[in-house]
């Protein structure tokens, strides 16, 4: 079977993009009658452009006194700057450069904020997305980045980011991208048919409420799917958590094993790695050379991301440089748009939030049914979505609502495990089939085995070689664990690393080839399949790489 995410029109947009041998950035082509239809008719592509900015206010110049004392609330800017970045949490600033920043917020009409949802007064929750507006960029940062060239704006995370009542604790919950949910009544933005056309609630993924109507849609959207009141929404700019990144120097990421991937330019040595903005936006993007493509993996990663950035901005070096301190936060309040109350009232939040550390903050996962329910959406073909539980979702939620902590496991010695136990679950799979004896049909009948017991597989056309007698496992750097799930399937096969394979993995079908056998991968999310995850709370000091 293909790559599911092909099936999804808008899901080409957010993917990296590879280099062509000479350096130039491969095009994305234009796929005839993708998008949305209404009435059969294919809708027009419609740009999404940005209103003009009024001029700035001058930046004001700061006493020696003035910054000194600035110093305590500055640390909290440092610790939202970092939040931030990955499409966190804002809530601070050096508020002694109240006005300065003020200047440099850009403001956004957002319907649908505040409402009561029964939670204690005081208690407040704030959407983060993460956008991808390449509007602005050159070709070269455009380039740098891996973003393409199209234009419009599209959102690729989400984090729901509840401040605890006496805003002394926060929680952080990421939505994975792709969840199936209910897109509310709307009018089209011209992305559904013309403009101004009213578009009746249907089923979709939770990234294209921005795409069909921008943050009012999108704030709509999560209200619904989660029952909780929003009163703020803050938007960040991918390139500017660049700057953001690189502003502070760098930070920490680490991973179990090498990674090469062509797709988002993404090199790391087995361990821990100090990176640059750009490392660190792949890092946070890459899908199919890390966790084998697994939307919740590539949430751990931003997680981890966002504690080593927390951890970096609080940091004394940081917040004893002058110098530094402005630059992080001239870099954070460029990349931000929000709501204009929330714009409007930063220093009063601010003032109660400056002893925030990375043990005050709580990240959490939806608990899930599972994470590739295939289902068509309006007439589409089958499609992967993620399915929440149902069950487990609502607890969670309502935790939120009513301002009860998520309990962060205590930490306990990780028991001896077997170094060749499979590791990554079958569905985060891909796996290439080919026929390595001639017998026509083989491959094809191989990888409705494999499917059968949950991998993903695709069968190109011909035969890779005749006469294999032992069935072959080869597999790309970044694919040891995939391999050793794979391996866990087909007992018996010859396992090899291959570096011509790149960044996939292969089964090359042999005659003693028997069938596929089912793989349970123990004390990781989905061994029980009644409920794929639970809500797994742990703290920001919890994710930072262990040295």
Avoid at 325 to 354: F, G, H, I, P, Y
Avoid at 400 to 426: S, Y
Avoid at 492 to 521: F, H, L, P, T
Wanted: hydrophobic share 35%; net charge positive.
């Amino acid at each position: 079977m293909p790559d599911v995410g092909d099936s999804d029109p808008i899901e080409r947009y957010f993917r990296p993009r590879p280099r062509r041998p000479d350096g130039a950035e491969e095009a994305v082509p234009e796929q005839p009658g993708e998008g949305v239809t209404v009435a059969g008719v294919p809708a027009p592509r419609v740009a999404v452009t940005s209103s003009g900015r009024g001029p700035r206010r001058p930046r004001p110049q700061l006493s020696p006194r003035v910054a000194i004392g600035a110093r305590r609330q500055r640390r909290f800017l440092m610790l939202t700057a970092a939040m931030s970045a990955l499409v966190l949490l804002t809530s601070g600033g050096a508020w002694a450069f109240n006005n300065y920043a003020t200047g440099l917020i850009e403001p956004l009409l957002v319907e649908g904020l505040g409402g009561d949802d029964g939670g204690p007064k005081g208690a407040m929750t704030i959407l983060v997305a993460g956008v991808d507006r390449r509007e602005g960029l050159t070709r070269e940062q455009q380039r740098a980045a891996r973003l393409g060239r199209e234009a419009g704006e599209r959102s690729d995370t989400m984090m729901l980011v509840r401040v605890s009542r006496d805003h002394d604790r926060i929680t952080v919950v990421s939505l994975p991208r792709d969840s199936l949910v209910t897109i509310p009544a709307h009018r089209s933005n011209g992305s559904e048919g013309p403009k101004g056309t009213p578009v009746p609630a249907r089923p979709g993924k939770l990234t294209w409420a921005y795409q069909f109507g921008g943050p009012s849609l999108t704030v709509a959207t999560v209200k619904r799917a989660t029952g909780v009141s929003i009163d703020h929404y803050i938007e960040v700019n991918f390139y500017g958590f660049v700057n953001i990144v690189d502003a502070l120097g760098g930070v920490d990421v680490c991973v179990e094993h090498p990674v090469d991937d062509r797709k988002s330019g993404l090199r790391l040595n087995a361990g821990t790695t100090h990176v640059d903005g750009l490392q660190a936006l792949a890092f946070t993007r890459a899908r199919y050379s890390l966790t084998g493509g697994s939307d919740l993996g590539r949430i751990e990663r931003q997680q981890q991301l966002l504690a080593s950035l927390m951890k970096q901005a609080i940091s004394t070096r940081t917040l004893s440089d002058p110098v530094k301190a402005k630059r992080v936060l001239d870099a954070t309040l460029k990349s931000l748009r929000m709501d204009e109350e929330l714009a409007d009232n930063l220093d009063k939040l601010v003032a109660q939030m400056s002893d925030l550390s990375t043990d005050d903050v709580t990240f959490a996962k939806v608990p899930l049914r599972s994470e590739n329910h295939m289902t068509p959406i309006n007439g589409s073909a089958p499609q992967s979505t993620v399915l929440w539980d149902e069950q487990g979702a609502r607890e969670l939620f309502g935790k939120l609502r009513r301002d009860e902590p998520l309990k962060a496991p205590e930490p306990t010695a990780a028991p001896t495990r077997d170094p060749n136990a499979p590791t990554v679950q079958p569905r985060d799979i891909t796996v290439t089939v080919r026929n390595g004896v001639g017998t026509p049909g083989l491959a094809a009948r191989a990888a409705g085995d494999l499917r059968k017991v949950g991998f993903r597989t695709v069968v190109p056309p011909g035969v890779a070689r005749t006469g294999l007698k032992v069935t072959q496992i080869r597999y790309g750097p970044a694919h040891v664990d995939a391999a050793k799930t794979l391996a866990a399937a087909i007992p018996g096969a010859k396992v090899k690393k291959d570096a011509s394979v790149g960044d996939g993995i292969q089964v090359i079908v042999g005659s003693d080839w028997k069938g596929a056998e089912k793989v349970v991968v123990e004390g990781l999310p989905g061994a029980d399949e009644s409920r794929l995850s639970d809500p797994q709370a742990s703290t920001a000091s919890q994710k930072l790489c262990k040295k």
